[in-house]
Structures are given as C-alpha cells and as structure tokens.
C-alpha cells in the first residue's frame, strides 16, 4: 500500500464513507436485520459510530442528528417509508448471531 500522509488518508476514508452512506441510501430494499446478520453492522451502528467520533472530536452530534445523515432523512420517516417487518428467519437469524 502506498504510503499516504494523514490528511490524504482521512480524505480518502471520508470519501468511502460518503459513498457507503449514498449506497445504503438507494438500497432501501436492504434491511437493517439483513445488513446486521450478514456484515455485523447496520446504518444505526454507522449513526452511533458517526456520534461517537464526533464526540471524540468535541462535535455535538446526538444520535438522532447522525441518524438523518445515514439515512438522508429523519429515521421515523425512513423507518415508515421502508422498514419491513422481520421475517422469521431474518429473526432467527439475528438471533443465532447475538449468541457466535
């Protein structure tokens, strides 16, 4: 790998970022449940996660706010327009996976 100053490589990974939140925002059709049993993180981990370095850097950000930047609008809304309910093996699936 290339050796990349600090503030290349923290370009470089907010650019990913930007792309995976613009990516998770056109599959609407991907589940939270699904994203969580198959990779181990959904766009709520990448809110909590994006409130998290924001506090570390003295930012306020609550969890909500970094909610409508994953989601690219206000959860309740995402959550109505898109959310589906668990399907039984989608939940047994999850669970199962709380539990490796």
């Known amino acids: 790998m290339a050796d990349l100053d600090a503030q ?4 470089l990974e907010a650019a990913a970022f930007r792309t995976l939140v613009a990516h998770l925002r056109e599959r609407t059709d991907v589940q939270n449940i699904d994203l969580m049993n198959l990779a181990g993180f959904c766009r709520n981990c990448l809110s909590k996660w994006y409130t998290a370095a ?3 850097k003295g930012v306020d950000v ?3 706010g970094a ?3 994953v989601y ?3 959860y309740s809304e995402w959550k ?3 959310q589906t309910e668990a399907t ?3 939940a047994a699936a999850f669970k199962q996976s709380q539990h490796s």
């Open 8 to 11: 290349t490589q923290t370009e």
């Open 54 to 56: 924001a506090k570390e």
């Open 62 to 64: 609550d969890y909500e």
């Open 67 to 69: 909610r409508e930047r």
């Open 72 to 74: 690219g609008m206000p």
């Open 80 to 82: 109505a327009k898109h």
């Open 88 to 90: 039984p093996d989608q």
